[in-house]
Antibody, heavy 117, light 107 residues
Framework: EVQLVESGGGLVQPGGSLRLSCAASGFTFSSYEMNWVRQAPGKGLEWVSYISSGGSTIYYADSMKGRFTISRDNAKNSLYLQMNSLRAEDTAVYYC??????????WGQGTLVTVSS | DIQMTQSPSSVSASVGDRVTITCRASQGISNWLAWYQQKPGKAPKLLIYAASSLQSGVPSRFSGSGSGTDFTLTISSLQPEDFATYYCQQANSLPLTFGGGTKVEIK
């Protein structure tokens, strides 16, 4: 059974940093592209970032470029999102998401990030 | 970036009704389209990929069609567990983009 378990969310002040982690199991993690997708309270889905299976190809949504860094450790079956210079508008549930030909076939349960003073 | 426009934004329907949701891409995406279902407080769930392929375990009352810029998700006979919000997503190119969502509500 595929499982994606996010952690690291919480309350942070504007301008602060947070590192999200996603522990993957139930599939060969090193063979699949991964994404982070977020959802602000009461809003729709917004793609955040993509990383290829080996980690060599990375993309970000424009509003996250220069502030967020995606990475992965295939030996630990883990995905990460380092978030710096956080803004109120970054408040959202962040989902770790397994890619399959650019669709997303499995999602984690999400971790809430709240940016507020 | 490819923009995805869903309609309607909400629909009221009864159990047993046929429900159709449309999604339009701002440029051609061949069949690179996915549909998701999301219930309150839960993660989205993949229903359809490659525009018309049913994800394993998804009931056959869900179907998808379309190619190019215009796509449709159809629920042939709405069940109580189908009341949720549905999103389309283009899988043609990065950045991945989602439609604004369609909330299916009980009439």
């Amino acid at each position: 059974e595929v499982q994606l378990v996010e952690s690291g969310g919480g309350l942070v002040q504007p301008g602060g940093s947070l590192r999200l982690s996603c522990a993957a199991s139930g599939f060969t993690f090193s063979s699949y592209e991964m994404n982070w997708v977020r959802q602000a309270p009461g809003k729709g889905l917004e793609w955040v970032s993509y990383i290829s299976s080996g980690g060599s190809t990375i993309y970000y949504a424009d509003s996250m470029k220069g502030r967020f860094t995606i990475s992965r450790d295939n030996a630990k079956n883990s995905l990460y999102l380092q978030m710096n210079s956080l803004r109120a508008e970054d408040t959202a549930v962040y989902y770790c998401a397994k890619g399959s030909s650019m669709a997303i076939d499995y999602w984690g349960q999400g971790t809430l990030v709240t940016v507020s003073s | 970036d490819i923009q995805m426009t869903q309609s309607p934004s909400s629909v009221s329907a009864s159990v047993g009704d046929r429900v159709t949701i449309t999604c339009r891409a701002s440029q051609g995406i061949s069949n690179w389209l996915a549909w998701y279902q999301q219930k309150p407080g839960k993660a989205p769930k993949l229903l359809i990929y490659a525009a018309s392929s049913l994800q394993s375990g998804v009931p056959s009352r869900f179907s998808g069609s379309g190619s190019g810029t215009d796509f449709t998700l159809t629920i042939s006979s709405l069940q109580p567990e189908d009341f949720a919000t549905y999103y389309c997503q283009q899988a043609n190119s990065l950045p991945l983009t989602f439609g604004g969502g369609t909330k299916v509500e009980i009439k």
